[in-house]
């Protein structure tokens, strides 16, 4: 998920504008997770096993 949806539940503003301590600190530890940080781990898995998939696909069409 990203911080610019969020809303803080100590000051009740968007976390992205990290108007208190708590905003700001979640702000900063969202920004470090990178791009894959938001994903749940079966999301992941997902993700891996359409990778696999087609690979798989294209090793067939090349070999062919």
Known sequence: MTYDRLVCANC??????????VCRANRERLQQEGPFGGLSPVALLTLLVVLVAAVTV???????
């Open 12 to 21: 009740a503003a968007p976390v992205s504008e990290g108007r208190c301590p």
């Open 58 to 64: 294209l090793a067939a069409y090349q070999t062919a």
